[in-house]
């Protein structure tokens, strides 16, 4: 697994964002926060599960959104093991080919996305090449009332689950349960 400040500058490169930015974090965004970072910017039913990417900032002091269809690299060389739909869009599951010894496994997780047509379970990745991109979560084909007060961003975690979970069982409803697998801060892989 590359280290967290490798792969976000993989995501500005594969998205033209610029030398230099800086990735900015709302409280919610964060890995456990019990807030969100959207809407009434009330509470979580859950402690959050990851870190969620959307807000930079440029040299020149700007601050932006990535974009709906923003490319979306493979953090480390790996395997796609399952994908799933979630709450915003599709999930991608990959093992990464760097494991640990012991009764579990450690998994990189991407989610709120469209993946590439390429992307199957079974299908090996390597390390910055575009998996998916962000989902239009904006519902922009929809009316106005349809439209979510959420901006397009990934969602990204590292989820530590028993090495015999079912592949069709890696999904939210399994990620979700903190008494069943272990929720890592990405910041600090």
């Known amino acids: 697994m590359t280290r967290f400040p490798l ?3 993989s995501l500005a490169s594969a998205n033209n964002l610029g030398e230099g930015i ?3 974090f709302y409280p919610g965004m964060l890995a456990d926060s019990k807030s969100k970072w959207w809407a009434d910017f009330g509470h979580r039913h859950a402690s959050h599960e990851g870190i969620d990417l959307c807000f ?3 040299s020149d002091g700007t601050i932006r959104h990535i974009e709906t269809g ?3 690299p493979a953090w480390s060389n790996g395997t796609v093991l ?3 739909e979630d709450f915003l ?3 991608l599951v990959v093992e990464p080919d760097k494991k640990i010894a012991g009764p579990t496994r450690i998994l990189e997780v991407f989610s709120h996305l469209d993946p590439d047509k390429s992307m199957a379970p079974c299908t090996r990745v390597k390390a910055g090449q575009i998996i998916a991109r962000t989902s239009d979560i ?3 084909s929809g009316t106005q009332a349809q439209k979510p007060v959420l901006l397009p961003h990934l969602h990204l975690s590292c989820i530590e689950v028993p090495a015999h979970t079912p592949v069709t069982s890696l999904n ?3 990620f979700c349960l903190r008494e069943k697998v272990n929720v890592l801060n990405p910041v600090f892989m």
């Open 172 to 174: 939210w409803t399994l």
């Open 70 to 72: 923003a490319a979306v």
């Open 7 to 9: 792969y976000l500058a």
């Open 82 to 84: 399952h994908i799933c």
């Open 138 to 140: 904006m519902g922009n």
């Open 22 to 24: 800086q990735w900015l």
């Open 89 to 91: 869009g599709h999930t």
């Open 56 to 58: 930079y900032q440029r």
